[in-house]
């Protein structure tokens, strides 16, 4: 479960998050979704550990993002929007580096490795360098990587981006394998035709403020849009006008 209270994160003149609250329980699939620098990338980067908060805390199971960071990163696995591969090693490399990583021993390593490579469909091109994939093959590996130590939290940052209809279908059936083993699943997106097919919660955010956070019905019904674009707009307005 990620837990997220009273976030603030200031750079400079310019306030990115102003008290961001949010729930992301385990067993569902929670959608952070807002225009474009409106927090969600300022928000993530607290939860990845890899930004420290102003003010307000967040917690990965219980475990303090900021007292206790190496904590946290083991119960996470995080798919950022970059996906920083190291170019001159083949995917399987790349996976089998992070699970070192994460402290798995190399004998387990390498099943793991090899699960996660079935699993997601990329043995065609995991024994190839990195350097030149395309960004969905890209974007498959770095996948990988986040779930290769089988973390019970998993945050993903637009995964979609730059996969073809058929890998999305199949992004889509692992989340909701995720979620059935009773994961926390955690996702940003601007794509609401994805967003109405996999979440069960929303949080808006505008101008670094949470504008509305429920269940996807409870969006619809709180802002009298049956069209989950329709909403989205709505709830951004509603801050806009306060």
Request: charged fraction near 25%; hydrophobic fraction near 45%.
């Amino acid at each position: 479960m990620i837990v997220v209270n009273g976030l603030e994160k200031s750079f400079g003149t310019v306030r990115a998050l102003s008290g961001v609250s949010f729930t992301a329980p385990d067993g569902r699939i929670t959608g952070l979704l807002g225009p474009n620098g409106a927090g969600k990338s300022t928000t993530l980067r607290v939860l990845y550990t890899v930004l420290r908060p102003d003010a307000g805390t967040a917690s990965i199971d219980g475990i303090d993002v900021v007292s206790n960071g190496l904590g946290a990163r083991r119960r996470i696995g995080a798919l950022p929007h970059g996906a920083g591969l190291y170019p001159h090693l083949s995917g399987r490399e790349n996976i089998a580096y992070y699970a070192a990583l994460c402290g798995i021993d190399k004998a387990t390593a390498d099943d793991k490795v090899a699960g996660i490579i079935d699993l997601l469909d990329i043995a065609a091109f995991a024994d190839r360098r990195t350097k030149g994939f395309s960004q969905g093959q890209r974007t498959k590996i770095a996948l990988a990587r986040a779930l290769v130590h089988d973390p019970q939290n998993i945050i993903l940052d637009e995964p979609s981006n730059g996969l073809d209809v058929m890998a999305i279908r199949s992004l889509r059936e692992l989340i909701f394998r995720l979620k059935a083993a009773g994961r926390c699943v955690l996702f940003s997106s601007h794509v609401m035709q994805e967003v109405a097919a996999l979440c069960d919660d929303i949080c808006i955010i505008a101008q670094g403020r949470v504008a509305l956070d429920d269940s996807v019905d409870g969006i619809r019904e709180r802002t009298g849009c049956d069209d989950l674009e329709d909403a989205f707009v709505a709830a951004i307005r509603m801050v806009a006008d306060e």
